[in-house]
């Protein structure tokens, strides 16, 4: 056995309420080491031959909570969440942070796969080896904050009765639902605690269908034993020593960017992305800091970053409401975005979309859409029933997600995410309403613009990602360099932090995770073949999508139209991404990644990665 | 830091945690030579989120946990303060456990003896990576420092006062 695993993967079929443990041999975990990886492989192998027609919100969906061997080792604690994805309809890795992955591993367990669809509202706890599928009817419908404090209490008093000379346990970690997953909106999160989410993806919607509303585990064993743990604590301490000095992040987590990104690098989503620039001092984190936040340091498992903050307003008019920083992507999206410029306001937004169990990302896009539409005159107060949805009105976009979140009127097309709704939308106004939405593939994108060429995020960036708009998981050139969709498969595979790795040396990870495994492994070596092999597979997966919705990478992998319209103001007014030029990258990078000129890994690639399987499989889309 | 003659303790100022349990990782590669959160001597509860604290031995002025032990498996160390437990002894019986104010000792989870923080010898290594890394909720002083009958409350008890100093009234929410 590889050093470094706990050894054993827990399967629940909900359906049948059967448990079984099982394993992966060792050159499957060498080759797809985890998470997202590993999830990759299950899903092909489970889901492969007949990917096209499973239902993401049926019970045919396979739903993976995995972690990686690095989860509890590399500081700040993380699992991955996949399945095939409501969204994309391909697969996507989501990983979250909290205490969820070490509490799975210290009980035994690297990783649980969840089949069928349970009869009633139903949670899964775990204590080391026991294993139950416990009744959840009265946690049903429970908000987010109201589903940790039941679960913590039950299941704590459950250790109690169980263990009763131990003394006190400590509380169990919880990996849950909120109303919107509970109704398989699309845009609904995997959460933890009150405000983590494993948003994109959305699997928050595949648990709701399988009726599943929380799983809880509690290990009181030891994290897996490493193959050199001198080497691991001293790979610990040299993370941790890097990321005590890095101030910004320290002191203000990503929300430093939330005045930054929109008035310098001006690629920040301003009004559904109708501007990326703005100069509103307010959004400036130091406001945050000053006004909202309860708790300046607030980390997950051994993270030296503390990029979260405690925030909650205490007064006024949103008195009472508690979220995390809002960190960037919710300052952006939950801010600027819909025209609301105070921290007070975006707090109270933040706060509701954790309690709902919504992502702030995709449902903020969703939000900036429905009120561009608002805005043009296409969706009117009637079909809003009532709700003026306009710009920097909180309360009106209050009132929309809780629409959204409980699939009410207008909010049940909404809850189908941006890009499913400008279709449905869009046939019953009869009218084109796709240049509205700033999506790839079903995915809205995430907070960073392309056109100001100032930010990370460039032309082929979401065009070309096999994670559609994921901002964490985004296409680049050369294939293999630093900021490679590449990297990002290690970081949620192996699973460490991104933002625990940014600015330490490539290599250090590599070090990290032979430290644990006793794995020797290069960045080449994990490029080629390793991480290319893992693209291929959820390249094919996205390639054959359905039931609903296809993608054909001539017309599909693009950029949104909004992103070919020049910046209507701030210091890059007029600039804009060029057609020719993407093409050209496109072209560029469907070489690089052995796919040929339409975009379908060729033949020779898949069969050189061993993958003849899926090389059949694409025989379809090969016209 | 040079390790401590005199008997020492931990100060806390539990509202500054963030919750990263670096403590709970030194503690147990300390202790157990692995990383095991459930074996650390010190552990941190999140019974609210936002509401991490760490919760370990106060070294009661009059020892109950000591005074109850009915296999003399408890003792204290002159020399640092601590409540030092013989594992052999120790019938994992529980006593101790009720005994405490704060219910602070728990048992190992694989082995038949109870945990308690021993102070490292007196040179806490929970302390010295809180320091480490910027939090300071940890700081070991001298034990003449040491206030009456502090930090042996239940964890139900401290969530309840910092989860009301955070979130105020909103806190009854979530208790």
Known sequence: MISGYAGKFLEVDLSTEDFKEITFNDEVLRNYVGGRGLAAKTLWDRLGTEWETIDPLGPGNVLTLFTGPLTGFFPGGRICVSGKSPQSNGMVGSTVGGEFGVELRCAGYDGIIVTGEAKNPSYLFVKDSEVEIRDARHIWGKDAKQTVRLLTKECRELLKERSPSYGEFKEPSILYIGPAGERKVRTAVVAAKWTHGAGYGGYGAVMGAKKLKAVVAKGTGPLPEVADMRKVKRLINAVCDKFYEFELWRRWGTGAAGYEVGARLSSEPVRNWQDEWHDEKTFGVDQFENRVWVKQSWSDFGCPTCCLKVAMVKTGKFKGAITDNPDYELQAYLGPNLGVFTPEENVFLASLIDDLGLCGIQTGNVLGFAAELFQRGILTRKDLEGIVLRWGDVEAFAALARKIALREGIGDLLAEGTYRAALKIGKTKKLDLLGYAVQSKGIGIGAHGIRSGKDFAHMISYACSVQGGDHTSTASLPLDGSGSELYAIFNDSAICCMFNTFGLRRMTRFEFYTAVTGLELTPEKWCRPKALRILQLQRAMLLLAGPDLKWNPKIHDANPDRFYEPLSSGPYKGRTTHRAKVERNKQEYYEEAGWDENGIPKSETLRRLGLRDIDKALNKLRK | ?175
């Open chain 2, 1 to 175: 830091m040079t390790e401590k003659k005199e008997p020492i303790w931990i100060a806390r100022e539990l509202s500054r945690c963030s919750g990263c349990r670096k403590c709970e990782i030194a503690c147990s590669l300390s202790h157990e030579k692995r990383i095991w959160p459930e074996a650390s001597r010190i552990r941190v509860f999140m019974l609210v989120p936002g509401v991490e604290f760490p919760h370990f031995c106060a070294q009661c002025r009059d020892y109950p946990c000591v005074q109850v032990c009915p296999s003399k498996a408890l003792s204290t160390s002159k020399r640092t303060g601590a409540v030092l437990v013989k594992p052999d002894k120790c019938t994992a019986c529980g006593l101790c456990i009720d005994a405490c104010p704060g219910r602070i000792p728990h048992l190992h989870p694989t082995e038949k003896y109870v945990l308690i923080c021993d102070l490292c010898r007196g040179n806490p290594q929970c302390v010295k990576v809180c320091r480490e890394g910027g939090w300071n909720v940890l700081k070991t002083v001298s034990r003449a420092n040491r206030a009456y009958e502090l930090y042996a409350r239940k964890p139900e008890e401290t969530t309840r006062d910092l989860a009301v100093k955070m979130y105020g009234e909103k806190a009854e929410e979530f208790l």
